[in-house]
Structures are given as C-alpha cells and as structure tokens.
C-alpha cells in the first residue's frame, strides 16, 4: 500500500505509517524493510501499543499480567509460535526490537501503563533513541491495551488520539502529492 501511494505520486512528506498492537510492531518492521530496500521511507510512524518482541520477555509480562485485561505472555507465546513457525525469534522483520535503527524517521509510540506490552513500547524506544531516532513516547496512566479503540466513548482515548494528530501535524505535509 505504501509503494502504491509512491507509485500514485504522494510524496514521502505526506505519508505517515501506523499501527496498533501487532500492527505497531508491523509499523517499525515496515520501517526497517522500507529502509533496507531503499525506498524513500514516510515523514513519521506512530506505534500504539506495539508488540515488537517474540521472545515474550518483557518484565512488565510478569508485573502487568493482573491488570492486562486482554493479553497475557501465554497468548502472546502461542501467538509468536504460530508466527514464527520454527523461524528465527530475534529477525527484525518478525521481532523490530532487534533491527538497526539508522535512519528511522521519528516515532510516536503510545502505550497503557497496565499493559503486558509496556516493556516492549520502553525498550523500543530506548533503542531507536541509543540510534539517534527522534522517538517519543506517551505512557497513560492505568489504561489497557489498545485503549484508543475507544475513541469517541473515553476521554483517555480521545486524549490519545488528538496527541498523536498533534504529534503528526508538524511532521507531515498535507498538500505533498504530486
């Protein structure tokens, strides 16, 4: 989708990738892959939540896993299981917490502080930081997973997306298409 944006002539000044729990995890994959294959990368992503880490290692899988409503580390263990399928847990497509951070645009990454995931949101960060990512992150206090889902019926929700269009709006130009 991205490359057919490219392709139509939107220009990379317009374009912002995000994504949501395993799809903020897909977000950073893309962003490497789109790095390593030379393609002209978007101003900026925007990860909420995401899950970046097969191993399931994550403290906060241990200290998290009475008030994560909605995943726990076993789910989250059978899931990469299935995922990977015998592949290897630490390749940065599968698992962006062990890719190269080089050259990444800036990164929005949302999380609940009464997530399983948290850890993986504070190691993400710390590492695209270490390689020189302008990274940012929001921790909202007691709040779940994915919990901007609820835009529209949470205020915390809403909090959080109009964050984030705040933290798009100077990163993006919106009239660069062709």
């Not at 395993?22 to 992503?45: E, H, N, Q």
């Not at 399931?56 to 580390?73: A, F, N, P, W, Y």
């Amino acid at each position: 989708t991205y490359r057919w944006l490219l392709d139509q002539g939107y220009r990379t000044e317009s374009l912002a990738i995000a994504g949501a729990s395993a799809g903020g995890g897909l977000t950073i994959s893309t962003l490497l892959k789109l790095r390593d294959d030379g393609v002209a990368l978007p101003t900026a992503g925007v990860a909420i939540s995401p899950w970046v880490d097969m191993e399931i290692i994550g403290e906060s899988m241990v200290t998290r896993k009475d008030v994560d409503m909605l995943i726990s580390k076993e789910r989250l263990t059978d899931w990469a299981e299935a995922f990977l399928a015998g592949q290897d847990a630490h390749d940065p497509l599968a698992a962006p917490l062990y890719g190269n951070f080089d050259c990444i645009p800036p990164l929005l990454v949302q999380v609940g502080d009464e997530e399983t995931l948290l850890d993986d949101s504070t190691r993400l960060v710390d590492i695209a930081n270490s390689a020189g990512v302008d990274v940012s992150l929001e921790v909202f206090p007691e709040m779940q997973h994915v919990f901007q889902l609820f835009a529209g019926n949470m205020p915390e929700a809403d909090e959080a997306l109009a964050k984030i269009a705040a933290w798009l709006r100077p990163h993006l130009d919106l009239l660069a298409v062709a």
